[in-house]
């Protein structure tokens, strides 16, 4: 029997827009159809059509049961499954899906996290079908995205706030569009495609280390003979097992109609990286949780684990996931992109402020959108961008913005005096300049490379924070130019306005470089919020309260419930990571080293009894090295069972992630201090845990 193509088995577990033309009725087709594209609500009647035809298309490829597929803030996917069947008089069953059952489900919303929104004992939530994500097929369940809400309404995921500031950015983005004289686009859509970096180790050596099964990084671990200095596993050959995993994943990922389409090793050893092409941000938020998902079952499939936390080994690179965004017309019209014609030229360069003005305006937002306990030990390490928000534009964009501003003749390839409207914008081509692997925000050409993300954070909130900025940059040059006398005076004005203002945030040097710190912040004034609990409060400042409510992303009560989570998580995180270090090192890691001592101890006697002159001086002083190793760990064991009760009963989350970022990491340090001590010196016969080099290298 042939093998199908990729062509022929791509999409195939989704019910896309290929099957809903082929199965769907025409009118029921073109009804769900401007559902999806203008938000038109779907009638009782086409939902039945709909639900029906889904239910045949994924019982015809085995599927048994349907989940409302949600987002809910714990930072993982969730799914309540049910059958299709349904009795029949007979004694027999029918499979059976109601349009009812499409639109609407009803998971107990009780053990989500809610952030006090709203009582726990008030059990009821709801699903609600999102039509502009396709459903698909997971095993042999028919999976449905929705959103998920509380009994009063009030957002309880990720969906729904990122499907709202899609809206408010279609909305205001239109408005200019129609300032410009574009009447053809029906809507502005943003577009992603997330880079995912991750490490594969065998099923074996995790298996072996408590704090990778619990935490998702190592907690204890000293440093391999050899990690990344050679710079040899950067895009070096693929080893036959992971090539083995990475087209089993490409094949799952495209029946499931996900654009997987690079693969590389990245950095680290065992560190490597997937990166879609870019799709509509609601369906590459969901394709994106998918592929994560995927990655750990097919790395299951093949013996090995996949570890999607931001460090997961200390001393190596961690692992990010670089969000490069675009805004783009139903046209087609890429609005990142200079044009042919002065307005197209025009039009560029006022989306263009439009992102730098809200990336100066909500640096906050931004930061706190890709802040976890995670991606604290990442940030500002010389392996991602600094906590500091900052854009690259390269030096010929950025030296195009400076001749606009001060009207002088840009030096470039045409030195010509630029008025907007008028002169078209001196041709220069996608990528003239290098990448900057240290900005936070990048210019490539048509997108920016939004690079703090980390690996395990779902994009959602980095794009709902991005979007809704840039949709109140964009309704403040509406309502000006809107009722401007002069549309092009204005329009030029504003342009200028907004570079000199703004410029502060535009920086092409080396964000690694120490200067950077002060200069940004003594000398340009910009926010420095170097870990969760800095960053998290100022998701409730008044400005960012008002910009996302105006917008209606958020509601001021879902504001307060999220502010609540994101801190509590981290709590939590690191409050697992405490315990998780006290088990390993009581239980594991301090009998090690006395049966160590012990073995030493017995050497020396040994040679004490053959010799008096015999000198066992290093292994004295080795018995004396690790017996402070211990005695060091026996402290710091006590002091963080102590920091952990004491930090336990703060009632404030907020004052309670300070206290633990500020006194319980401080003792989590020095205890692995210890402990990467005495690996150093502990016989490996002894040691109780796989090594970083055995970890590391363990995929052969």
């Given amino acids: ?31 769900l159809r401007e559902t999806i594209d203008c938000g038109a609500r779907l009638k009782t009647d086409v939902a039945d059509s709909v639900a029906k035809a889904m239910r045949d298309w994924a019982v015809e490829r085995g599927a048994t049961h349907y989940t409302h597929w949600f987002q809910p803030l714990t930072g993982v996917t969730a799914e309540k499954h049910d059958s299709f069947i349904e009795p029949s008089p007979d004694g027999s069953v029918i499979m059976d899906f109601s349009g009812k059952e499409l639109i609407q489900g009803e998971p107990d919303a009780s053990s989500f996290p809610t952030g006090g929104i709203r009582a726990t004992f008030e059990a009821r939530g709801y699903t609600a079908w999102d039509p502009t994500s396709y459903a698909f097929i997971k095993g042999k369940t028919l999976c449905i995205p929705t959103a998920f809400c509380s009994y009063g309404g009030e957002a309880l995921d990720k969906k729904t706030p990122l499907l709202r500031s899609m809206e408010a950015l279609n909305k205001q983005a239109l408005r200019i569009l129609r300032l410009f004289g574009n009447d053809t686009a029906k809507y502005v859509h943003t577009s992603v495609g997330p880079e995912q970096e991750y490490f594969l180790i065998t099923r074996e050596m995790y298996d072996k280390r408590p704090d990778l099964k619990y935490t998702g990084r190592t907690l204890f671990g000293a440093r391999s003979p050899k990690g990344q200095e050679m710079d040899d596993h950067y895009f070096g050959v693929i080893k036959p097992r992971v090539q083995e995993f990475m087209n089993d994943l490409n094949e799952e990922l495209w029946k499931l109609g996900i654009y997987a389409k690079t693969e590389h090793n990245e950095v680290a050893p065992a560190q490597h990286e997937l990166a879609p092409i870019y799709t509509t941000t609601n369906i590459a938020t969901d394709q994106n949780q998918l592929m994560m998902e995927m990655m750990q079952k097919v790395a299951a499939r093949h013996g090995m684990v996949c570890l999607l936390h931001e460090k997961p080994f200390a001393g190596v690179n961690g692992s990010g996931k670089h969000n490069n965004w675009s805004m783009s017309t139903d046209t087609g019209v890429n609005l990142l992109s200079p044009g042919e014609t002065p307005y197209e030229n025009a039009q560029f360069l006022l989306f263009l402020c439009a992102v730098i003005k ?38 010929e964009l950025s030296a195009i913005l400076q001749a606009i501003e001060t009207d002088t003749p840009y030096s470039g390839t045409e030195k010509k005096l630029m008025k907007l409207g008028v002169d078209v914008l001196p041709r220069f081509k996608r990528d003239t300049t290098d990448r900057n692997r240290t900005s936070p925000f990048a210019f490539t050409g048509n997108k920016f490379e939004f690079r703090s993300l980390g690996s395990s954070n779902s994009i959602a909130c980095v794009n709902m924070m991005l979007n809704s900025a840039v949709a109140e940059s964009l309704k403040i040059y509406a309502d000006r130019l809107e009722t401007a006398d002069n549309f092009e005076e204005t329009l030029n004005s504003m342009i200028k306005k907004t570079i000199k203002d703004h410029k502060r945030i535009i920086f092409n040097g080396n964000g690694y470089d120490p200067s950077w710190v002060k200069e940004a912040v003594e000398v340009r004034g910009l926010s420095n919020y170097p870990t969760t609990p800095d960053c998290m409060p100022h998701l409730l400042d008044e400005k960012n309260v008002k910009m996302l409510t105006s917008h209606k992303v958020f509601s001021e009560a879902e504001l307060q419930s999220r502010c609540e989570i994101m801190l509590d998580n981290y709590c939590k995180q690191v409050r697992i990571e405490a315990s998780t270090m006290i088990y390993i090192a009581q239980r594991m890691i301090i009998p090690a080293i006395e049966a160590y001592e012990g073995r030493l101890c017995k050497v020396i006697e040994g040679k004490k009894a053959v010799s008096d002159d015999i000198s066992c001086e290093s292994e004295i002083n080795v018995v004396k090295k690790l017996s402070g190793f211990s005695d060091g760990m026996y402290e710091d064991v006590d002091k963080l069972k102590s920091v952990y009760d004491e930090t336990g009963e703060i009632d404030s989350v907020l004052d309670q992630s300070k206290a633990i970022r500020d006194r319980m990491l401080p003792v989590m340090d020095e205890l692995r201090s210890y402990a990467d001590q005495a690996e150093e010196m502990v016989g490996r016969v002894c040691w109780p845990l796989p090594s970083y080099g055995e970890l590391l290298f363990s995929v052969k």
């Fill in 358 to 395: 809200a990336v100066d305006d909500y640096q906050d937002l931004l930061r706190l959108s890709v802040a976890t306990a995670g991606n604290d030990h990442r940030l500002g390490a010389n392996e991602a961008p600094p906590a500091i928000i900052s854009i690259f534009l390269g030096d």
């Fill in 1 to 31: 029997m042939t093998e199908k193509t990729v062509p022929e088995y791509f999409g195939s577990m989704v019910f896309d827009d290929r099957t809903m033309r082929s199965v769907l009725p025409g009118d029921v087709y073109q009804s």
